[in-house]
């Protein structure tokens, strides 16, 4: 069985249909894949992703590695027996975690040295490392280790940080090799290059080159404005394997996951849809709203008219407001599934468009509806 | 159909087995009811607690009036509505909650001012204004005003509190015949007197007159010993009306449920089960654990083996704690839910052990495992 199968490609854009295939389960795509960073996409149960038809999710090996240890991972038998998630999981190497969490941390060639938010402790990570915690977590996707500059970094350093990326992307592969066939992972590149155009161009071209079992689009999302973002996906997409699944890293909006999709985009991830919930947003078809807005106080209507979800279904605006203002955890339970499952429907809804051809009518009928999006959420 | 009947009665115990029926539902008794102080049993939603078999759940007027005020939940069409729980709610009137959470409270005759301590704002509750908002928000079991005194509290101001409980159960129950049969709602009256054994045998006869549909004895579990209130619960049982629900206020933890079974109580409730849940423990048939002891970190048993909650068949006690110490809401829902039902299943095994005549030999074996019981918890 192929890992990656394209099974359509819209007529009017570049969005396609495809269908991953892991040991454990098949994924259509594109996908919207939620982040659980510590082994738990947060106030959410399992059962609930697997009801909404969520098929994989994102954890992070920088912050698993810190706690609870890759140690009692590996012990209880790989991240899914630990968090009795039956799906896939995609695994985050935590280069982006490292660079902009890390308080203190020093680049040297062949890895990076950072401090633990937790404790203090250095620790050092090196691309093959990072292969090999990940292949002891037992994630079905794995990331390389890459450097990702902040946003306005000069010229020089996002260069350099790319020119990194890159022999570490050599470096892991031959790491990964070293593995033979006794393993279900499959492992992906990451392509850098900040918003320099010629560096993204390079950046594709060479991580298409190294075999990966899919690729991905780091560095976006990073505080750009939203037509930079689709500026530089766009052009990107241009120089990769088109064979591979493609994923941008960090977006999860609405607007931004169709931009992606438009692009050709595979896969996305992001924390949005559970961070908003716990701050009381909620996406609807006619934008986002904050369920504090005092409007809401006796809106007995669920948070969005249209949508089918478990809160939708049973639970009033009112009442979620009233949780939410009483720091109840059942709101942002409430939330989460409705902000997740919007996110879910609405790639099932890209999918059908782009069977039928009607992607490009899909996406504008949304943004047209969905009039008060951000920027840049 | 009679609100209340005794099926059984344990033939060596005062233990009894009973049947409430609401407009909305039967329960069979004992009962435990969770409490959900804002109208939400914090952390955990109605479908799981459904699911485990609750069939009533409290709520506090105290709480809801302050947020989100009473005229909301009617205009949402009752508690029920609002908070979309189908079974039956009982509401406490929040004489408690005035006397012990208010900072700046009056009691005079008629009533009790106190002010908001959300805003600061002061408000004024009368016996008969209570029974009306009550009444408003559709209650299935209504509680009475009641003085609860503070423990260690001087004879006088106890018998003071006392005399003024009785007087303002009289204005209750006129109150709540005002209503004639235009109402679901059964109130209950509530039986003080602090530790002093005269009062509480006086106030028992005394509310046991007044044609309540079901009797509580508040103002235990306040800081005394277990032994004490289980003497007081002991004493005061003998002085009630035996063919009425008997319900002890604010117990809740498994030994104190057994004990007051063993006296003939017939509904209790607790925040105990979701509060420590929060914090981290678990009730298990060998004691409390604290899931952030260090010998946790690779113990991939569930929290207690001989459990069949959603949380023991499908997570390990591992990864609760790596949830707790990373702060992750799923770790108060998957405790919240085992500690539920541990106390669920408890009472259900209870009711058992009554039809069969067994009740003393359960709980005595009950306790002996359950052996590193807190005096007072």
Redesign the interface.
């Known amino acids: 069985m192929e890992f990656f199968e394209i099974l359509k490609t819209d007529n009017n854009s570049r969005a396609r249909l495809g269908k991953i295939t892991t040991c454990r389960n098949t994924i259509f795509t594109p996908v919207f894949m939620p982040v659980g960073t510590?082994?738990?996409v947060?106030?959410?149960?399992?059962e609930q992703l697997a009801e909404m038809g969520c098929e994989i999710i994102l954890s992070n090996l920088y912050h698993l590695y810190l706690?609870?240890g890759i140690k009692?991972i590996k012990?209880?038998g790989g991240i899914h027996n630990?968090?009795?998630w039956k799906k896939a999981v995609l695994t985050d190497s935590g280069g982006f975690q490292v660079f902009s969490l890390s308080g203190i941390r020093k680049v040297i060639d062949n890895g990076v040295e950072f401090k633990s938010v937790i404790d203090g402790s250095t620790h050092f990570f090196t691309p093959e490392k990072v292969i090999e915690m990940q292949i002891e977590m037992g994630s079905d996707i794995m990331m390389v280790l890459d450097e990702c500059s902040i946003f306005n970094a000069p010229d020089n350093l996002i260069a350099e940080a790319a020119e990194r990326t890159l022999k570490w992307a050599k470096l892991s592969i031959a790491e990964y090799n070293k593995y033979g066939d006794n393993k279900n992972s499959k492992l992906f590149g990451i392509i850098q290059g900040g918003f320099n155009k010629d560096l993204r161009k390079y950046c594709a071209e060479t991580v298409s080159e190294l075999g990966f079992g899919g690729i991905a689009i780091g560095g976006l999302s990073v505080g750009e404005n939203r037509n930079l973002t689709v500026e530089m996906m766009d052009h990107t997409v241009n120089y990769v394997d088109k064979s591979k699944p493609l994923y941008v890293m960090g977006l999860g909006d609405p607007a931004g996951i169709l931009e992606a999709i438009n692009c050709g985009v595979d896969m996305f991830d992001c924390v949005l849809p559970t961070r908003i919930s716990r701050n009381g947003s909620a996406f609807t078809q006619t934008g986002r709203i904050n369920i504090n807005n005092a409007k809401f106080?006796?809106d007995?209507s669920p948070i969005d008219d249209c949508c089918n979800c478990y809160t939708c279904r049973?639970?009033?605006r009112?009442?979620i407001?009233?949780?939410h203002?009483?720091k109840?955890?059942?709101s942002?339970?409430l939330l989460s599934i409705h902000n997740l499952y919007f996110l879910f429907d609405l790639v099932g809804k890209c999918r059908n468009a782009i069977s039928n051809n009607n992607f490009n009518n899909f996406k504008n009928n949304f943004l047209k509806n969905y009039n008060n999006v951000r920027p840049n959420p």
Chains 1, 2 share one sequence.
Not at 42 to 46: D, M
């Open positions: 510590k082994a738990t947060k106030a959410v149960l399992n706690s609870p009692i012990k209880a630990f968090s009795n106080s006796d007995f049973n639970y009033s009112a009442y407001k009233h949780l203002k009483n109840e955890i059942l942002s339970i």
